[in-house]
């Protein structure tokens, strides 16, 4: 799937004034929704609802796991349109039930004090292998029911410097940290919020798994892994057709939880754009038989 289609497959069918359909991408061979997804179509549902403002930050839980096989139904409260700040609350549903909720405020166009930390040093991303290659020649050592969604093509470009492709057991314990590059693979247009949108779309897609570097397990085949929450801040609008770096780190893992950090950069000036905070589900898998 190109970042085209994505765009296209967020869209959201508009049933009443706040209440809104969207579908899961054809294209998406899982079991179940991808959280990135149903996070990026809660906010544009959002959007649909606000005018002459920009997101500047987002709260959100997943309930239960996503059916890829039915519409999602987005249910928008309007729960404030202050003088400067808008919010509004979105509830995903299936089946009758709550999947996925997200709490989301808006903000009008402003300037006051800036500071930010600055980008970490890092390789950068050219003479670094994408990872859909890299995620290929692992397939021979995925489970059956992996293989197809790691070997279907991707909107987002992803290249590791460190981090997700060295947690079997075999490499050993690892700091928590990972530094990835990624940007869309196409062209996403001129729309800020939609740029926006794919990046929140895109920031589900290793975060997770920075919290198993410390315990040499293999992510895939060990460990159970599912996001519950996850949390999004918006410093400056960005152009995601550019390169940007994703520093993580996993300051916590207890309680079969593991907690993430993560922090967005653009190469070309080194801007702190986002700043991303997940939790997860991070339990030992059974043995089979």
């Known amino acids: 799937m190109d970042t085209q289609t994505l765009v296209k497959a967020l869209d959201l069918e508009r049933l009443e004034v706040n209440l809104f359909r969207g579908f899961t991408p054809e294209e998406e061979p899982r079991e179940r929704i991808y959280g990135g ?25 997943f309930i239960r796991p996503g059916d890829p ?3 999602i139904i987005f249910d928008v409260d309007r729960s404030r349109d202050g003088g400067s700040f808008t919010t509004r609350r979105v509830v995903a549903i299936q089946h009758g039930q709550q999947i996925f909720n997200l709490a989301a405020s808006f903000q009008v166009e402003e300037t006051g004090f800036e500071h930010q930390s600055e980008m970490p040093p890092a390789k950068g991303p050219d003479g670094i292998e994408d990872d859909l290659e890299r995620r290929r020649r692992m397939l021979a050592k995925a489970p059956p029911e992996m293989r197809k969604w790691m070997d279907a093509p991707q ?7 460190s981090g997700r492709f060295d947690t079997v057991s075999t490499v050993g314990p690892r700091e928590p940290l990972q530094q990835v590059w990624f940007r869309a693979k196409d062209p ?28 040499a397990r293999d992510f895939h085949n060990e460990i159970l892994m599912a996001s519950l929450d996850h949390a999004m801040w918006f410093h400056q ?42 939790e997860g589900l991070m339990r030992r898998r059974k043995p089979k038989g």
């Open 37 to 61: 997804q149903v996070i990026a179509q809660s906010l544009l549902a959002a959007y649909q609802t606000v005018e002459d403002r920009i997101c500047h930050s987002l709260h959100c839980y």
């Open 69 to 71: 096989n039915v519409p």
């Open 155 to 161: 909107p987002i470009e992803m290249r590791t410097v």
């Open 188 to 215: 996403i247009g001129s729309d800020p919020h939609m740029h926006q949108v794919i990046l929140a779309y895109a920031s589900d897609m290793s975060l997770l798994g920075t919290a198993v570097l410390p315990h």
């Open 237 to 278: 609008p960005t152009d995601f057709n550019e390169w940007h770096l994703y520093q993580q780190e996993s300051p916590s893992a207890s309680g079969g939880r593991g907690f993430n950090l993560g922090y967005i950069y653009r190469a070309s000036d080194g801007a702190l754009v986002a700043s991303c905070a997940q």
